[in-house]
């Protein structure tokens, strides 16, 4: 680091600035009420952040060279940016169209998604033997910008899909800076250990899929006996 020309140490310290304020302003942006201008705002800051993590990290991935960092840094903020995106996509459910920006984002996500999951298969050395860990956030990316696309192509029935989207997208954004924060905090104590990539994503996937069960219930149409009760 001290060898590090000027420009990667100010693009370090830009990199840890952003990523501790998108690290503390998820939960606020997340306590606040849904909707409303604090979480609006709270949220758009929390997405620049986050965008800038992701370029940061991006760039001083590409000159290291760590390309396993630059390709895990596309779908960390593709999740912020699609959680975002979803609230301006609303009309899906009624037949409106998504943008080229949209399919753009998604598309590449994928593509980025897929060389890290092929590499982590085929050519672990080039992902800095990431082997098992770049296919499962591979997978993940993968998964996330299919179900983007499968939205814009085959249009949503329930009314509520955008809100679904939005905060299992925000929360999966918020795991990639858990576990940023895990290896390099944790990694220098404990070592390089695989469960430090890993342990985010076993915790917060599982807390994505009871969080949306429960507003799934609680957005579900009465019926006719429970609006009589």
Not at 3 to 25: E, K, Q
Not at 34 to 40: E, P, S
Not at 77 to 88: D, E, N, P, Q, V
Request: charged share 10%; proline share 4%; aromatic share 16%.
């Amino acid at each position: 680091m001290a060898h590090d020309p000027l420009w990667m140490r100010v693009f370090l310290g830009v990199h840890i600035t952003a990523g501790g304020t998108s690290f503390l302003l998820a939960p606020v942006a997340l306590a606040t009420a849904k909707g409303g201008k604090a979480h609006r705002l709270w949220g758009m800051v929390y997405l620049w952040a986050m965008g800038i993590v992701a370029a940061t990290a991006l760039v001083m991935a590409l000159y290291r060279p760590v390309l396993f960092l630059a390709l895990v840094a596309v779908f960390s903020f593709y999740a912020a940016f699609s959680g975002y995106r979803i609230t301006k996509l609303k009309s899906l459910a009624k037949g409106g169209s998504a943008q080229a920006i949209d399919y753009v984002a998604a598309v590449f996500t994928f593509c980025s998604s897929a060389a890290l999951a092929g590499l982590g298969a085929f050519r672990p050395a080039v992902v800095q033997h990431m082997g098992l860990v770049s296919i499962v956030f591979g997978f993940i990316g993968m998964r996330l910008a299919v179900t983007e696309l499968w939205k814009f192509f085959r249009k949503p029935t329930e009314k509520m899909f955008w809100w679904y989207t939005h905060l299992g997208n925000m929360i999966g954004s918020y795991i990639a800076a858990w576990t940023a924060f895990s290896v390099v905090t944790l990694g220098p104590l404990l070592g390089n250990h695989m469960w430090l990539w890993l342990w985010p994503a076993g915790i917060g996937i599982p807390a994505i899929a009871l969080t949306t069960a429960y507003y799934k219930r609680k957005f579900a149409p009465r019926t006719t006996a429970e609006q009589t009760a």
